[in-house]
């Protein structure tokens, strides 16, 4: 059986388009969740990857930055190199993206 992690967060940035290597195209967005340290009473925000193969979602026009999602499916931890930043990154590939709030469309009144 595949671990399968599930999550909520928020994003980071807007959802974007990429392609990958073999030219199959993605969805991909970080999402930010907080971690608390009850001994030293801080939180760290910590990152996750998100490569979703469902390029053409209707949810890609809601994925903006800021909103908070759920997502479920399988993943894969990569453990960095002296020159990354971070020592390990998450990169989790969803079966199951729901968004669970929504940014209000601006609309211009004249």
């Given amino acids: 059986m595949t671990p399968v992690l599930e999550t909520i967060g928020r994003l ?7 392609e990958n290597s073999n030219g199959k195209k993605f969805v991909s967005f970080s999402i930010a969740y907080d971690k608390y340290n009850p001994k030293t009473k801080e ?33 894969d931890i990569k453990v960095g190199n002296e020159t990354d930043s971070a020592p390990y990154s998450i ?3 969803p079966n199951e993206v729901e968004p ?6 601006e609309t211009t009144e004249g």
């Fill in 12 to 18: 980071g940035k807007d959802a974007i388009i990429r």
């Fill in 43 to 75: 939180s760290t925000t910590s990152w996750i990857n998100v490569i979703w193969y469902n390029e053409k979602t209707p949810l890609l026009k809601h994925l903006k930055k800021g909103i908070q999602v759920f997502v479920r499916g399988s993943f």
């Fill in 91 to 93: 990169f989790l590939y």
């Fill in 100 to 105: 669970l709030t929504f940014q209000r469309e």
